[in-house]
């Protein structure tokens, strides 16, 4: 079977099946059974089987998503290093019975040495080459040369009669031997691991290669000429994130019962129906009340509701903000402001593996403020000797302070700085190189002691709100 990953440019599956069909003329002849089928951004399946007469390939599971139809694919055997383990087990099996049998005992040695080999016991000519006068009941052939039928082993071309030597045909030619590859040599074709800091750009010339950024969260896959990122978003969708002002205006008032889902940001449970005092801040919640007369969800006692509203039922109608729309027909209902411009409130997220929902890059062209010691130029920040702690770089208003923020960057500083206004870890920049902080506490780039002030540069790659997944 191929231990090489390969590429199909015209390929179809539906919903549902676990066959796939290749339209093009790319071969699928040996498929190795658990390779890795990347298909169109979607995460990778397994394919367990080939079909080179139908042009097919069979997956482990259906097919979970939507129809693809000619669409290109890509094919990586990463199942092919089992068997290595299980050699190297059954290598470490097979030593540890031997040891075993050496001892004479049910649990293994951790070693053998000659005493445990020859005991005290055995007579003393076994611990050397035997002599002649010691061996007894020599046979006849012993006591003389040997009849050629006693001889056994191997017969030197020197011991052979003339006659033999002379006629090349009764010399037997042995079969080639061919030498069993090593271990370290089949090691050579598993992939190897590589911790990367950035994108790879150059063809890894058909080495097997992985390639992570830890950093950014990145893994990218070798083929012969060429790297392909591996997808990390489980999803993405759109989330109405209302700001102060905002609501949705009902076109006739409502009576009755009412159910959400939110996740209010910076001010409680204000501006929903009849303000609930029992809302925390930053956590995903589902209140119901009753209400009489409203016509306002996201308003209420001239108090405005900032945060995220996911779902909303009123009476028999529902719906889950999650498009990018100014009309609710389900609601009856539509967004309007109290004052300032009307703009759309959805932003679109997108969840990764570690169960977080992550913004779009959300990083100003224009920090809120800069100490006199920094310069901007475009997303690089450059900082002559900074050293009072005041002297910082500040993204965001106050507004922004509690928000859970993802920050990647670069640094290249000559000492420790402050990421967050606390000046504690795990928010410290210690070394110059790509950096990933998770924190709610107000960025304010800083120097950390007021003895050792920082120079250098840091570049912002992206700042990105970060929200638990719901339940």
């Known amino acids: 079977m191929s231990n090489y990953a390969r590429d199909f440019s015209d390929v179809t599956i ?103 080999i020859v005991a005290a016991t055995l007579p003393e000519f076994v611990k050397r080459w035997g002599k002649y006068s010691e061996i007894t009941e020599k046979p ?94 489980i999803e993405s969708r759109k989330f109405a994130v209302f700001y102060r002002g905002l609501f949705i205006r009902l076109n006739s008032a409502f009576t009755g019962s009412i159910k959400m889902k939110v996740f209010p940001m910076g001010n409680g449970g204000n501006g929903l129906p009849n303000n609930p005092p029992f809302i925390t801040d930053f956590e995903w919640q589902t209140i119901e009340t009753t209400v009489t007369d409203l016509y306002k969800i996201g308003e209420f006692d001239s108090e405005y509701f900032e945060g995220i509203i996911d779902f909303v039922q009123i009476g028999n109608g529902w719906e889950t ?7 609710y027909r389900s609601l009856n209902g539509y ?76 640094s290249n500083l000559n000492r420790k700085a402050a990421v967050t206004i606390t000046n504690t870890d795990p928010n410290i920049i210690y070394y110059s190189r790509a950096h990933r902080f998770i924190t709610n506490e107000r960025i304010y780039i800083k120097r950390q002691n007021s003895g050792a002030p920082i120079t250098g540069t840091i570049t912002i790659e992206s700042i990105r709100l970060r929200l638990p997944q719901y339940e």
């Open 140 to 233: 006849d052939y012993a006591q003389g040369w040997p009849a050629f039928e006693n001889v056994t082993g191997t017969v030197a071309r020197e011991q052979l009669p003339q006659s033999v030597t002379d006629d090349k045909r009764t010399e037997s030619i042995a079969p080639p031997v061919e030498p069993e590859i090593s271990l370290a040599h089949r090691l050579r074709d598993y992939p190897r691991m590589l911790p990367v800091d950035e994108a790879p750009t150059d063809s890894p010339n058909n080495r097997r290669e992985i390639h992570f950024d830890s950093v950014r969260q990145e893994i990218y896959f070798s083929f012969e000429d060429r790297f392909k990122k591996m997808p990390t978003t």
């Open 14 to 116: 539906t919903a549902g099946s676990d066959t796939l069909q290749i339209n093009s003329n790319d071969s699928n002849f040996a498929i190795a059974p658990g390779s890795r089928l990347f298909l169109n951004g979607f995460l990778p399946v397994t394919v367990t089987a080939g079909d080179t007469i139908n042009r097919t390939l069979t997956l482990a599971t259906p097919w979970p998503h939507a129809d693809q139809i000619n669409v290109p694919a890509a094919l990586i055997p990463i199942g092919l290093g089992d068997w290595l383990l299980q050699a190297l087990e059954n290598n470490r099996a097979a030593y540890e019975a031997f040891v075993a049998t050496i001892e004479g005992q049910e649990e293994p040695l951790t070693e053998v040495e000659w005493s445990d």
């Open 335 to 410: 967004f309007d402001v109290a004052f300032g411009t009307l703009r759309s409130p959805f932003d679109t997220f997108f969840l990764r593996d570690d169960g977080y929902w992550y913004s779009e890059d959300i990083t100003p062209e224009t920090p809120n403020s800069m100490g006199s010691s920094w310069m901007q130029n475009g997303r690089t920040y450059s900082v002559d000797n900074a050293s009072d702690s005041n002297d910082a770089l500040r993204f965001f208003s106050d507004s922004y302070d509690d928000f859970e923020l993802e920050i990647i960057m670069t």
């Open 321 to 327: 903000l999650h498009t990018d729309k100014s009309y």
